[in-house]
Structures are given as structure tokens and as C-alpha cells.
């Protein structure tokens, strides 16, 4: 059974670096052909696809966060890693891990292990 956790920092300050890691165990991330995503909902707001890294270690960034996003991975310790820069408090919100076969998916049922969320709150 695939089980990812999410780790970070529940409050972070506006114009700072939100850094968040997703443990995988269970499973490898190295495993072809999965797909390890970053997701979020904002309050009000339907599900958002931030990004992913592959098994290969190819990333992928939605176009509207791409300028301040950054994924990378650990494979030695199964970890992959958000990083959101210049965070406002828009966003602000729960942070899921999930895994998928695709990048960019945007239905909760196009992934099949989710992490539980971490609440992320962007304010001075």
C-alpha cells in the first residue's frame, strides 16, 4: 500500500518561501510510469494542479505558477519537494501530494494515493 505524508510549514510570511516535502513510502518514486503531483485548494476554491515530477525526474509546473515554482526530489530518501516563491495570501490553502500516470490532472479520481493535506497559511 502507497502511502504519501506531506510536511512543511503550516505558517509562512508573505514575500517568503513556502518549502514543502512528500514522503513516499510503500512504493518508489523511481517506478515507472508515475507521475508524483503538488495540489491545493484555497478556500472557495475547486482543486489546483501546481506541479509534479515524473519517475524519470522530469518536472512539470502549471503556467501560472511556473515562475515561482520549483520541484525536486530525493530519490535516497523517496521525497519529492515543493518550493512556491514570493508567496501572498492567496496562497493560502491545503497542500496535497497524490500520485497519478499523467501530469496536469485536475479530478480527485485521476489520482490514486493522496497524502492527507497540510494546511498552509500565508500571513504576517
Known amino acids: 500500500q502507497v502511502q504519501l505524508q506531506e510536511s512543511g510549514p503550516g505558517l509562512v510570511k508573505p514575500s517568503q518561501t513556502l518549502s514543502l516535502t512528500c514522503t513516499v513510502s510503500g512504493g518508489s518514486i523511481t517506478t515507472k510510469y508515475h507521475y508524483w503531483n503538488w495540489l491545493r485548494q484555497s478556500p472557495g476554491k475547486g482543486l489546483e494542479w501546481m506541479g509534479a515530477?515524473?519517475?524519470?525526474?522530469?518536472?512539470y509546473s502549471s503556467p501560472s505558477l511556473k515562475s515561482r515554482t520549483s520541484i525536486s526530489r530525493d530519490t535516497s530518501k523517496n521525497q519529492f519537494t515543493l518550493q512556491l516563491n514570493t508567496v501572498t495570501p492567496e496562497d493560502t490553502g491545503v497542500y496535497y501530494c497524490?500520485?497519478?500516470?499523467?501530469?496536469?490532472?485536475?479530478?480527485?479520481?485521476?489520482?490514486?494515493?493522496w497524502g492527507q493535506g497540510t494546511q498552509v497559511t500565508v500571513a504576517s
Open positions: 497524490a500520485r497519478a500516470g499523467l501530469w496536469g490532472l485536475t479530478r480527485r479520481s485521476d489520482y490514486d494515493y
Open positions: 515530477i515524473d519517475y524519470s525526474g522530469s518536472t
